[in-house]
């Protein structure tokens, strides 16, 4: 349980040197509630506000990025109001350069990012329009096992989903493309 957490500027499962991978986890962040089973007074508790990435009005947004490679899931969580912006997602440091997901079967790859759970919420994935920011604030999603989903998004209910200013399948250049397929989905 968190309210208004920020991870910025953390590279999950490659090295310092920016080439070298050596990752392998479950997954780079996850976030979920807090369930008193027990009967207390606070039965359930969700993330709140949580911040992957460039937070919104940022000094320093690309000091802020996370990279993001070889995970079984990048972003897994319950959350309301959560924003992912600004990530670099199966890339290398340096935006251009992929880390192919097809080589690693993990056992839980599903999606790349997996949210949901709270109605009446905003989930934020990429850029936010507010023109602070908004060129350093879109993801870039790197190759995905064979048309894995990039996206998923569950209990979907109520919600305000906004996916704007990110790359998918291409690199930072814009220009560059990577292999693959990607494919968002809800339930």
Not at 64 to 82: K, P
Request: with cysteine.
């Amino acid at each position: 349980y968190d309210n208004n957490g920020h991870v910025a500027g953390c590279w999950f499962g490659v090295e310092p040197d920016g080439v070298s991978v050596t990752g392998g986890s479950a997954a780079a962040v996850t976030a979920f509630r807090h369930r008193d089973v027990s009967g207390g007074s606070l039965p359930e508790l969700p993330n709140r506000d949580l911040t992957i990435g460039v937070k919104a009005g940022s000094s320093n947004p690309r000091a802020e990025f996370n990279v993001m490679v070889d995970m079984s899931y990048h972003l897994a969580g319950e959350q309301t109001g959560a924003r992912f912006s600004g990530n670099f997602v199966g890339v290398l440091p340096d935006g251009k350069t992929p880390y192919d997901m097809v080589a690693l079967q993990k056992p839980f790859a599903g999606a790349t990012l997996e949210i949901g759970r709270y109605n009446d919420s905003t989930i934020l994935i990429g850029t936010d329009g507010d023109g602070v920011n908004d060129a350093d604030e879109g993801n870039v999603f790197g190759p995905l096992s064979g048309g894995s989903t990039v996206l998923a998004f569950y209990s979907t209910g109520n919600k305000r989903f906004i996916i704007a200013g990110n790359y998918f399948g291409v690199a930072v250049d814009g220009v560059t493309p990577f292999p693959g397929a990607f494919q968002i989905a809800g339930n």
